[in-house]
């Protein structure tokens, strides 16, 4: 009888727990997927690849970089449309890398935040903090605002 009731009490345990864990799963596969878009990002400023730009960002979004130095900071203001278009007629090679990204997701809203350092030709240039937003439309996942810091101290 005791080994019944401790059959009993493991399903029931089982039971309760398999929504949490078929949950955790579906958490995990998006999160994937938001990392998957954002490193997407990441190869269309190395290669200047405007299809694939459009297939990941909202065209009528926009980036927000805020360059601090000692005693003020700036805001620039960029829309992907003219991001888009730009890509092409840039003659330097860029490349970021992104650390330690932390996701949050709720429904088809999503934010990744990474710290990164970025290169151009090869050296580096600086580093700074993303926070990319980003909404799932039509089951796929795509940037609608990066909002970044542009530092040069304080980098690793």
């Known amino acids: 009888m005791n080994s019944n009731k401790k059959l009993i009490h493991t399903f029931l345990a089982m039971l309760f727990l ?3 864990i078929l949950a955790s799963g579906n958490s995990v596969i998006e999160e994937t997927k938001i990392l998957e878009t954002v490193n997407k990002f990441l190869l269309v400023l190395e290669t200047g690849d405007t299809s694939l730009a459009k ?8 980036n927000f970089s805020i360059r601090e130095d ?3 900071y700036k805001v620039r203001f960029t829309d992907y449309k003219t991001l888009v278009e730009n ?3 840039t003659k330097d090679k860029y490349r970021e890398v992104i650390s330690d990204p932390k996701i949050l997701v709720h429904k088809n809203i999503a934010v ?3 710290k ?3 290169f151009i030709d090869g050296k580096f240039s600086h580093c700074g903090v993303d926070s990319f937003s980003l909404i799932k439309n039509e089951g796929k996942w795509k940037i ?3 909002i970044y810091t542009v530092e040069k101290k304080g980098c690793k």
């Open 144 to 146: 609608a605002s990066i």
């Open 87 to 89: 890509l092409p007629k």
């Open 55 to 62: 297939e990941i960002l909202v065209i009528e979004g926009s």
């Open 112 to 114: 990744l935040w990474a």
């Open 70 to 72: 000692e005693e003020s």
């Open 18 to 20: 398999f929504p949490v």
């Open 116 to 118: 990164y350092n970025f």
